[in-house]
């Protein structure tokens, strides 16, 4: 059975290292085994939970991208009303 470093499986689910870490440090994935390495704590992860973290990274909210997403779904009412405002012609003198 192959295992992995936290960096090797965020290259695998196309996500930052960084990334990854911070979704284990406020538990929205559940940590790998850990192994102490001298001064070094290493996580650990096999195959099944790196296919479980993949089905999970859909379900967590990723901040900016769904903020993104939620204002393409429904434009502010300022947003048509400058929309409106440039269609009309101008006047004559």
Avoid: C, F
């Amino acid at each position: 059975m192959n295992r992995y470093s936290t960096s090797d499986v965020a290259r695998k689910l196309g996500i930052h290292p960084d990334t990854l870490a911070h979704y284990i440090e406020t538990r929205k994935v559940p940590p790998p085994e850990i192994v102490r390495v001298g001064a070094k704590t290493i996580h650990i992860w096999t195959e099944a939970e790196i296919e479980y973290v993949r089905q999970l990274l859909p379900k967590i909210p990723n901040g900016r991208k769904t903020r993104y997403k939620k204002k393409q779904s429904a434009p502010s009412s300022q947003q048509s009303a400058k929309a409106k405002g440039k269609t009309k012609s101008k006047k004559k003198k």
